[in-house]
């Protein structure tokens, strides 16, 4: 099913004259018969543009996570623990992401950064990396599709239609959508994601109204509910310790708000420009958590009380917008006519979701196959460049969707749900080793700072620090099911399987990998900067001399929209 030779010169420089070695290095080149990038039918095809790139990082750092759960995270803790958690996640997520704009900037490889992990610490932590992240996405895309589900019935009841009518529609549409190629998924997300961000700014400035006073209520509240009934809500236990555990808490939350802002690493191997886009998009990405997350969440915390009755209802609800704080603190302020708007809104929110989802998952898939790390024939595309074998069956999964038709099996597939954060905590720490290694080897090698497109700011003390907070949250993430008190006094050995089985699953396939394919380490001084390059330095010079004759975005955007992103 696997090459396993080819698997093995994973960890092999790439063309000898590229890097200058010396004949003396000839036995780390591939093998004979291994292709050095992909055959013809198996490219991807670089249609997403500028505005797509960028509109794409920015919509996958705006989800259900903040625009819900962020409620779960203010009633548990209060309104300065979210505020704490939310600051100190998004720079760490921050950090991660110059990690990966940097290699990205480098050397933009179709796999992304599982190629990275490959190319510049060992296969075995490239194929531990991709599959994780697959799971994590074959999971989340049925999750969007019964919450979309969920949110229609606002309108229309389960005793009405079933929910597995709207399941099969939203299936067949983000498969279609992923099916008509690049260029067509990337003007689609556009302009979901653009939506968004004026959802989203529009409830950011709504809160800013009612925190001043501008309400039906006109109550100027201020940071009234910052005194009272108080900044930090105890969890668990009493006093300054059941204060630090609320912060803590508001971690994991704040965590899971911030999953899929990597998302932009997958799309390096089809984004023109990458070396400009890729980190145009990054470097902005402080920007946008320091307004859409860190605004959003301080401004909550100021209109609306974390012991309030309408707060406390919104988090016994699913999903739609009675689940959301924000129409919590609508109604506090008396407003009672949005809901069903921002119902319409989420609904949006979770179906772009699902169909960027459904992507990420095939071209997770697609990288390992062309890496001989997954079935060959998941690599083949389309004349369009559509990886359609890997996207068939990533979609085949969407099929899970219909067991929370059921309402025993939602039970069961909300432990599904949990064992995706901690896919993705995996997703952060892989990255940030990989850019670790990938700084010791271009120093090894002499590549200097002024020789990169893009930089990480911290360098690699940065990757290093964040590395640090994304472990601890990693083993302390379900840290109650560890924590006796009067309301935590049973072992939840549920919480604690589907919390930790990512851990152990994780290390077994880097460690089967190792021992299965004899794999080592990269060492800084051989690891691969160079294999590939030159075709992507002649593309990006082909795609400049094309652009002089012709202007990439339009003229309105560029000069009235483009800024704000």
């Keep these: 099913m696997f090459n396993r030779k080819h698997s093995r010169s994973s960890n092999s420089p790439g063309n000898d004259s590229e890097k200058g070695f010396s004949q003396a290095h000839a036995e780390f080149l591939p093998p004979e018969g291994i292709a050095e990038g992909p055959a013809e039918n198996e490219q991807l095809h670089r249609g997403l543009k500028s505005r797509h790139i960028t509109m794409i990082a920015i919509g996958g750092a705006i989800g259900t996570g903040l ?38 900037a480098w050397i933009p490889i179709s796999s992304g950064f599982t190629g990275y992990a490959s190319r510049f610490v060992d296969p075995a932590l490239g194929f531990a990396l991709g599959y994780t992240y697959w799971f994590k996405y074959i999971i989340v895309t049925p999750n969007q599709l019964t919450a979309a589900a969920l949110v229609i019935q606002y309108w229309c009841p389960r005793e009405k239609v079933n929910p597995g009518v709207f399941i099969a529609v939203f299936l067949v549409t983000i498969v279609a959508i992923n099916y008509f190629g690049i260029r067509f998924f990337g003007e689609f997300e556009f302009w979901l994601s653009s939506i968004k961000v004026i959802v ?219 064992l995706v954060t901690i896919f993705g905590i995996l997703t952060w720490i892989s990255i ?63 919480n604690f399987i589907t919390g930790y089985l990512g851990i152990p699953l994780y290390l077994i396939m880097i460690l089967g990998y190792k021992i299965w394919y004899r794999t080592e380490g990269v060492k800084p001084h051989l690891a691969d900067l160079y294999g590939g390059k030159q075709k992507i330095d002649d593309e990006e010079a082909e795609f400049l001399a094309h652009k002089k004759a012709e202007t990439e975005d339009n003229w309105f955007y560029r000069n009235f929209v483009a800024w704000l992103f």
Aim: proline share 4%; with cysteine.
């Design 67 to 104: 625009i819900i759960g962020t409620g779960s995270a203010l009633a548990r803790a209060g309104p300065a623990a979210v505020l704490i958690s939310y600051t100190i996640v998004g720079f760490i997520v921050f950090l991660v992401m110059a990690a990966l704009g940097e290699m990205a």
């Design 432 to 494: 940030l080793v990989s850019h670790i290694y990938f700084v010791r080897a271009r120093r090894a090698q002499g590549v200097a700072n002024q020789d990169l497109a893009y930089t990480a700011p911290l360098g690699i003390w940065g990757s290093y620090g964040a590395l640090f907070v994304c472990i601890l949250i990693a083993i302390f993430k379900n840290f109650n099911v560890f924590t006796h008190s009067k309301s935590y006094g049973k072992f939840d050995y549920k």
């Design 200 to 418: 989203i700014v529009g409830l950011i400035l709504l809160s800013l109204v009612l925190a001043l006073g501008g309400g039906p209520d006109h109550d100027r509240k201020g940071f009234r509910y910052w005194k009272h009934p108080g900044a930090f809500k105890p969890y668990i236990m009493t006093g300054d310790a059941g204060r630090f555990l609320a912060v803590w808490s508001t971690f994991v939350t704040a965590t899971f708000a911030y999953l899929g802002t990597e998302l932009v690493g997958v799309t390096v191997g089809e984004a023109q420009n990458p070396r400009k886009t890729i980190p145009r998009a990054i470097k902005l990405t402080f920007y946008r958590i320091l307004f859409f997350y860190v605004f959003s969440v301080f401004l909550l915390g100021m209109i609306v009380p974390y012991n309030s009755p309408k707060l406390l209802q919104a988090n016994k609800n699913q999903t739609g917008a009675s689940a959301s704080p924000f129409v919590a603190a609508l109604l506090v302020s008396g407003i009672k006519t949005l809901p069903g708007f921002l119902n319409a809104c989420i609904l949006l929110f979770v179906f772009s979701a699902s169909n960027s989802d459904l992507y990420i998952a095939s071209r997770t898939i697609y990288g390992l196959a062309s890496e001989g790390k997954a079935p060959r024939i998941l690599a083949r595309t389309d004349s369009r460049g559509v990886p359609i074998y890997a996207l068939g069956l990533s979609a085949s999964f969407g099929l899970l969707a219909f067991m929370n038709v059921a309402e025993s099996s939602k039970t069961v597939f909300g432990y599904f749900v949990n």
